[in-house]
């Protein structure tokens, strides 16, 4: 096997392993910390942490981000099926390990929001969300705040022009290594 094919095959399992370990993390904390909510605060009272800033209160969102879309709970659900079949498909389709990051990040908030929704269903895909961090604004959970994680780091990658797939240079510099360490052995 070549060096190339061996060090792409090293990179893929590196970026499998982290995407499948920030899953698993990001969306065990989600679930903790929404269990926790569940069981330490009463729905529509607001624990203050800071003043006009910052509290917990418990609450059950049928929509999307600020109560959107609040009739259309199942078709909320199956969009975001639908997201997290898209960013395992981007996952797979990059080669970079920041776009590999972004993805499970926006994994992470999708699925988790979507475990509520079909752990408190009632009916097809019809359950709500469990929010409980209210920034006075909106209430929201953390696997909202994965998804806002991962929006962000998407632009930045952008605006940084980080290549989603390896450029025809990162080829090139691929080959001219895989001479470098064939002439090595050679020698």
């Known amino acids: 096997m070549s060096t190339t094919v061996q060090r792409k095959s090293r990179r893929l399992r ?13 969306t065990g904390l989600d679930q903790v910390t929404k269990a926790l909510a569940q069981v330490r605060l009463t729905e529509g009272r607001a624990e203050v942490l800071i003043p006009k800033v910052l509290s917990l209160r418990l609450l059950r969102n049928p929509g999307a981000s600020l109560g959107l879309g609040s009739d259309y709970t199942w078709l909320i659900s199956l969009v975001a099926v639908v997201a997290c079949v898209a960013f395992i498909i981007l996952f797979v389709s990059t080669d970079s390990m920041a776009w590999t990051i972004a993805f499970a990040l926006a994994f992470s908030g999708a699925v988790g929001n979507l ?7 009632h009916g097809f895909l019809d359950g709500r969300v469990v929010d409980f961090i209210d920034y006075g604004w909106s209430v929201g959970n953390v696997a909202d705040i994965y998804l806002t994680m ?4 998407i632009i930045v990658l952008i605006m940084m022009g980080k ?9 090139k510099t691929d080959l001219v290594t895989e ?3 064939f002439q ?3 020698l």
């Not at 475990?115 to 269903?121: E, G, L």
């Not at 991962?150 to 780091?153: I, K, M």
Request: charge should be neutral; hydrophobic fraction near 65%.
């Open 14 to 26: 590196r970026r499998v392993a982290v995407f499948a370990c920030l899953v698993l993390i990001a």
């Open 115 to 121: 475990i509520d929704r079909v752990v408190y269903a």
């Open 150 to 153: 991962a929006a962000l780091l």
């Open 163 to 171: 290549p989603f797939k390896a450029t025809v240079q990162d080829t």
């Open 179 to 181: 001479a470098a360490d």
């Open 184 to 186: 090595e052995v050679v």
